[in-house]
């Protein structure tokens, strides 16, 4: 059953919306497509803001409480905006026997940065992911996107150091 694209227009005239509203007409503007529409929300804009949470919440016909507890459901989604840079350390039983906690209180401790914050500078978030599905490489940790496997503090401070005075050239 085909549903109607959204009566509404997007929270803004952002053109990334366009690939937000693609994702959705893709999937029909079915309900069940909730988590991909938002999974295209959070890798366009980087998070998920109430605005944006409304906007799917009435394209897609579902609650917005539903769509509410989805996002704070799965570490995957934010809401508010992260760093420049993503540190994910993975806690999972594996990683976490192999030294896991370690390498998240080296990196909170080397960035004065909390887990689940971000630096004040704005360069790096540090969160934490209850299992990656690399626990053969434990400890594992995600950088901006990349899985490290098998790192030492002192060789993931060094990947993270070497992230953050990388800059973006265009």
């Known amino acids: 059953m085909l549903h109607a694209p959204p009566v509404t227009a997007p929270p803004t005239s952002d053109k990334r919306w366009k690939i937000v509203e693609t ?10 497509a909730l988590i991909e529409s938002l999974h295209s929300v959070q890798q366009s804009f980087g998070y998920l803001d109430e605005p944006s ?6 394209a897609l016909h579902v609650p917005l409480s539903k769509v509410y507890a989805v996002a704070t459901f799965y570490h995957f989604f934010s809401l508010k905006p992260q760093g420049r840079h993503t540190c994910v350390v993975c ?4 990683c976490y026997i192999k030294g896991g906690r370690e390498l998240l209180d080296e990196v909170e401790r080397h960035y004065h940065v909390q887990e689940g914050k971000t630096t004040e500078d704005g360069e790096l ?3 934490v992911a209850r299992c990656i599905g690399a626990c053969g490489l434990a400890p594992t940790t995600v950088l901006d996107g990349q899985v490290l496997g098998r790192k030492t503090s002192p ?8 992230k ?7």
């Open 91 to 94: 806690l999972g039983t594996a």
């Open 53 to 58: 949470m409304r906007w799917v919440a009435g």
């Open 164 to 170: 953050l005075q990388r800059k973006v050239t265009s």
């Open 23 to 32: 994702v959705m007409r893709r999937n029909d503007f079915e309900p069940e």
């Open 155 to 162: 060789q993931l401070l060094a990947a993270i150091d070497e």
């Open 125 to 127: 978030s540090v969160m």
